[in-house]
T-cell receptor, first 112, second 115 residues
Framework: NAGVTQTPKFRILKIGQSMTLQCTQDMNHNYMYWYRQDPGMGLKLIYYSVGAGITDKGEVPNGYNVSRSTTEDFPLRLELAAPSQTSVYFC???????????FGEGSRLTVL | DQQVKQNSPSLSVQEGRISILNCDYTNSMFDYFLWYKKYPAEGPTFLISISSIKDKNEDGRFTVFLNKSAKHLSLHIVPSQPGDSAVYFCAATAAGGTSYGKLTFGQGTILTVHP
């Protein structure tokens, strides 16, 4: 049982480039989330989804986009990367609300 | 506006003693609280949770206490072990309505347990 899988684990981007962070879960969870963690800070919610085809903004959505075409996948798109997007990104899923969130191992992104 | 605060960035404890990690919240809508543990280069993993209808929840060496009037919760680890050394995050959510399980996290407390 893989749980929540994120790719890539590490990436360096140049300012203005775009990329997609992939997230897949195999637990048939309806709820999925993207968080970012900056050094010395807690996790902040970027976007979330309550099911296929339904997404909504979290606390820090600017500069990002998401889609949810299937229950399993919840990719995060960064358009026009900026140094402020240097962070560690975590994807998570949950079976119920409220409930325990299961996190992926994280994707460390550096924008230079 | 930091709705969930962990005011101690770090805590150092001797093996076998009690570790007490604290968390305060300001949003009175929060009624479900969780603690997560995070090792370097890994994602957070769930430790224990508590609903606002309770004031205590235990799971083995881990106990969470909730004081609703003070908007304060704490995690007790007894006895502490070197393998408990990690970053601990407090998180909160509102169980009903349109919360959709979204968690608001504190900044984390680095726990170091010395042998």
């Amino acid at each position: 049982n893989a749980g929540v899988t994120q790719t890539p684990k590490f990436r360096i981007l140049k300012i203005g480039q775009s990329m997609t962070l992939q997230c897949t879960q195999d637990m048939n969870h309806n709820y999925m989330y993207w968080y970012r963690q900056d050094p010395g800070m807690g996790l902040k919610l970027i976007y979330y989804s309550v099911g296929a085809g339904i997404t909504d903004k979290g606390e820090v959505p600017n500069g990002y986009n998401v889609s949810r075409s299937t229950t399993e996948d919840f990719p995060l798109r960064l358009e026009l990367a900026a140094p402020s997007q240097t962070s560690v990104y975590f994807c998570a899923s949950s079976y119920s609300s409220p409930g325990e969130l299961f996190f992926g191992e994280g994707s460390r992104l550096t924008v230079l | 506006d930091q709705q969930v605060k962990q005011n101690s960035p770090s805590l150092s404890v001797q093996e076998g003693r009690i570790s007490i990690l604290n968390c305060d919240y300001t949003n009175s809508m929060f009624d479900y609280f969780l603690w997560y543990k995070k090792y370097p280069a890994e994602g957070p993993t769930f430790l224990i949770s508590i609903s606002s209808i309770k004031d205590k929840n235990e799971d083995g060496r881990f106990t969470v206490f909730l004081n609703k009037s003070a908007k304060h919760l704490s995690l007790h680890i007894v006895p502490s072990q070197p393998g408990d050394s990690a970053v601990y995050f407090c998180a909160a959510t509102a169980a009903g309505g349109t919360s959709y399980g979204k968690l608001t996290f504190g900044q984390g407390t680095i726990l170091t347990v010395h042998p």
